[in-house]
């Protein structure tokens, strides 16, 4: 039976007791002689020196600390046998854990990034944005520093992003670098895929920083993602390719998108919400196109559109 080192407020008082000569009850006794703090000298209980008593614990149990220091010392190298472990796992280890702020995302991503040796895809459903210049550089920096590594670097943009010269100027310097860009008129919610970590927009927890977002590293949820990722980019057009064919575009990209709306069975008012625009912009943009085209009605601009060149740039 393993012994308990501790001593009661009792045992400790009783100690004393005996160093300065008074009696003790017979059970806290046997209690201190057994730890070696007591001693008999004839016939006399007398104190012992407690250092001695805990040099003589520690040397007994000296052995088996150093074979349990031993033991723990082996916990790294067992843990990091996980990056073998996880890939034939249904289950990966904890699946996710929620961003709370644009700060901890980038926090996080820019960490996924530093250890990937994979891969870097992005898909960016919404409308581009005016950066910061010195963020724009950062990007840029961010990106050829992966392709350097030999990371392959890959992104998914909507159709608006090829009018939007900040955008244009981005993807132009990082394609130089050997990255690969396409665009699309329909994207998956927006994402990014750093190896085996998955980086999403919140859709969990409400009344959340807008900017707050998951990181996923459930094997099932990132390799799916992928997958998907995988689908949408076979779908969309080459960036050299949607910029070349847009020269020759006699459509916008928001007179595209309402088209393509239309075609579907959507409403002007629908198509218009979506755009988070007036149902009056939406019917000026057909308005200026059918004039463009010298065409009658909005149905003969869909007869139109259905066999039209401009129907094939995103």
């Not at 012992?48 to 003589?56: E, F, N, S």
């Not at 961010?142 to 939007?164: C, D, K, M, N, Q």
Request: aromatic residues 6%.
């Amino acid at each position: 039976m393993e012994k308990d080192f501790g001593l009661t407020t009792r045992e400790a008082a009783a100690y004393r007791d005996i160093a300065e000569g008074r009696p003790v009850h017979p059970d806290l006794v046997a209690r201190l002689t057994d730890l070696g703090l007591l001693g008999h000298v004839g016939s006399e209980l007398v104190p012992l020196d407690p250092r001695v008593a805990a040099q003589r614990l520690l040397a007994a149990h000296r052995a088996t600390l150093e074979q349990a220091l031993r033991e723990v010392s082996y916990l790294p190298a067992l843990e990091a046998l996980s990056q073998h472990y996880a890939p034939s796992q249904f289950y990966g280890g904890p699946a996710s854990k929620l961003l709370q702020s644009k700060e901890a995302m980038n926090a996080e991503i820019g960490m996924a990034l530093d250890e990937t040796t994979r891969e870097l895809l992005t898909a960016q459903p919404g409308q581009p944005e005016d950066r910061d210049p010195e963020v724009q550089r950062e990007g840029i920096e961010r990106a050829r520093r992966l392709l350097e590594r030999g990371v392959a670097v890959r992104s998914i943009y909507t159709a608006a992003a090829l009018e939007h010269e900040p955008t244009v100027e981005y993807v132009d310097l990082i394609l130089e670098g050997g990255a690969e860009v396409r665009v699309a008129h329909d994207l998956p919610p927006r994402m990014v895929l750093t190896g085996s970590t998955l980086f999403i927009d919140n859709v969990v927890v409400a009344d959340e920083d807008p900017n707050a977002g998951w990181c996923v590293t459930d094997i099932a949820a990132v390799s799916f993602a992928r997958t998907v990722y995988e689908a949408y980019w076979a779908r969309a057009v080459p960036w050299e390719t949607a910029r070349a064919a847009l020269r020759d575009a006699v459509t916008s990209t928001r007179q595209r998108y309402i088209l393509r709306g239309l075609a579907k069975g959507g409403t002007q008012a629908t198509i218009a919400a979506q755009l988070e625009v007036s149902e009056r912009e939406v019917r000026r943009d057909l308005e200026d196109l059918r004039a463009r085209l010298a065409l009658p009605s909005t149905n003969a601009l869909l007869y139109w559109w259905a066999t039209a060149p401009d129907h094939g740039i995103p």
